[in-house]
């Protein structure tokens, strides 16, 4: 009996250490392409230069500033009925309300979310604002960078990364001297 358990937990371990090492290799290959002065890090101004047009994209009405309207349709899309394992569930009414009751949940932190981010409370986001609360998420330790090892555990999810900010406000419009 202790050979099938120490066989699983040597396969497991193996299954997450290179699950950590693909984290590793993303996140290099993040800050190689994001540290643009090559000094190990990513400051703001490159964190801002790296906009990969997601706020164009959100900004349908094209006024400059995401509404939160604008900021719930950026959320992830809508999955197929799944049951607790990931098998289709065949009951329709059950997934109808479970799906509801997830997108309602879903809202509700979107919507708190856009106020923590709207730093100067118009009930808009600019570009700004937004840069901010995603740079300020991923600078797990206030540095004003961001380095290779918060990029690595950001992709290791709660446990092992920056998680939700902890308390961490957005910082005022303008912090980080950009635009």
């Not at 490159?46 to 164009?56: C, L, P, R």
């Not at 509801?100 to 932190?109: C, H, I, L, T, V």
């Not at 986001?125 to 004003?144: I, K, T, V, Y």
Request: without cysteine; negative net charge.
């Amino acid at each position: 009996m202790r050979i099938p358990t120490l066989v699983v937990t040597l396969g497991l371990t193996f299954i997450s250490a290179a699950s950590i090492a693909q984290d590793d290799r993303r996140a290099d290959s993040a800050l190689s392409n994001l540290d643009t002065d090559g000094d190990g890090s990513i400051s703001f101004a490159e964190f801002q230069e790296a906009d990969g047009g997601q706020f164009d994209n959100a900004d349908s009405n094209g006024d400059g500033a995401l509404s939160l309207d604008e900021f719930l349709a950026m959320g992830p899309g809508r999955g197929g009925p799944m049951g607790p394992r990931g098998e289709a569930d065949q009951r329709p009414e059950r997934n109808s309300e479970r799906m509801a009751q997830m997108q309602a949940r879903m809202q509700e932190r979107m919507t708190e979310q856009f106020a923590e981010m709207d730093s100067n409370g118009d009930q808009q986001l600019s570009r700004l604002e937004m840069q901010e609360a995603a740079f300020l998420r991923m600078d797990s330790n206030s540095d004003g960078l961001i380095a290779g090892r918060e990029l690595r555990r950001m992709g290791r999810g709660p446990d092992g990364g920056a998680g939700p900010q902890a308390g961490r406000r957005p910082p005022r419009q303008g912090q980080f001297g950009g635009n």
